[in-house]
């Protein structure tokens, strides 16, 4: 008898976890179901438009996809149509995979406003997320401040100050592309409550904004340290150290050198969205924040306070787990409730939804194949499991349109058709495209 295994969330938690499964047990049967038609989780919806290189990472996933233990069930929502109990009582193991998408709020006066987009939204919107087709964000204004000093933050700011030309070979979605094109910031302000050192950008996402086409990165000189502390653990030294070299290259820049300012405003921390009522709304006219200094990491406020002008603003700072699966979360719903992996008897947490938002998707392989070892260490088949018949024949009782993977290879097949070269493919914005694309 064969082990049954459904791994929900088709991100890279859970494909390296796939990985991981059927390479050491070759017999058994995993079905990977994710909520939406499309799998691949952040590599299609997170990694940036303008980061085809890092998306290639899914033809490995394809691989795993391929095998024939294997089955992709898209379109099939946890807590939606399969609840979590059931799941557990249908297979021998569940593994939670399914990230952590909902961007936090910054809780301060005026976050309800117009103008206020939060990160998982705007990317959301350019990447194609059913989620956020509708966004239609108002980009017109002069300035907009991304709140937050992560790889996020900054594939947001690198985004907005795109040309067209730039976002040719991207795939970008195509209401995003008209709407950057369309926009006329004079600034884009990269706010963050503590140092240039504290940042979690990394070099390379840092070096990208001194290369924009229409963009010119600016900093204010005394906000830059000398050097880095020599106490740090020596990669981390080499990290910072590198961080620093790219932002002290942007020293001295030219603010006429381009028509985008894409200014870094350190040791600020956001207190208020200013707002002024237009058309009966309140819209975002700017965001009052506080000079701190840090002491022992933290940001600590100075009592200066000072105002950045913003048309719009992209909080841009973390994100936690959807509270709708029915999955046990920590007590701030930040993650799944787990103890390295192990969440209850038979049900395993990898990835984000394990860890929380932080690290390259390559970290993803070795923390996905230690929980799997956990698994197999724990787990053996029960023949009072229902396993993927019970799940087809539950999700059949209730209608559910799911989606297989060789559907998704045509809905792939379709996007790449759709695309205007360079571009590598039209995305499908929304889940009744995708299902009119296949049952037409
Ligand atoms: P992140 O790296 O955790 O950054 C969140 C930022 O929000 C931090 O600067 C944090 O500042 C700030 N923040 C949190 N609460 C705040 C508050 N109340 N007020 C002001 N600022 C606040 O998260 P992320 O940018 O969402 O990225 C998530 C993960 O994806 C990271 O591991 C990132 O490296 C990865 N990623 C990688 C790439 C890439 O490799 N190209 C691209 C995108 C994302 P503090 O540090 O002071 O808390």
Partial sequence: MSLTVAVVGSGPGGLYAVEALTKNLPDCQVDVIDRLPTPYGLVRFGVAPDHQTTKNVSRVYDKHMQKDNVRYLGNVELGRDVTYDELKDMYDAVILAFGTPIGRRLVVPGEEAVGVYNSDAVVGWYSGHPDFENLNPDLSGKSAVVIGIGNVALDVA?????????????????????????????????????GPLDGTFTRAELGELGELERGVALLKEDQLPEEVEADLDPRDLREKAANLKVLRSYIGNDPAANPVKVHFEFYASPKEFLTETRDGNEHVVGVRVERTRVENGRAVGTGEEFTIPADVVVPSVGYQAEPSTGAPLDEWGSIVENNDGRVEPGVYAVGWAKRGPTGTIAMNRKDSHGVVDLLLEDMSPDSDKSGRAGLDELLTSRGVRVVSYEEWQKIEQAEVNAATPPAPRKKFTSIQAMLDALDS
Wanted: cysteine-free.
């Fill in 158 to 194: 690198r985004l907005f100050a795109r040309t067209e030309a730039e976002l040719a070979d991207t795939d970008t979605t195509d209401f995003a592309v008209d709407t950057i094109k369309n926009a006329h910031f004079d600034d884009i302000y990269i706010v963050g409550r503590r």
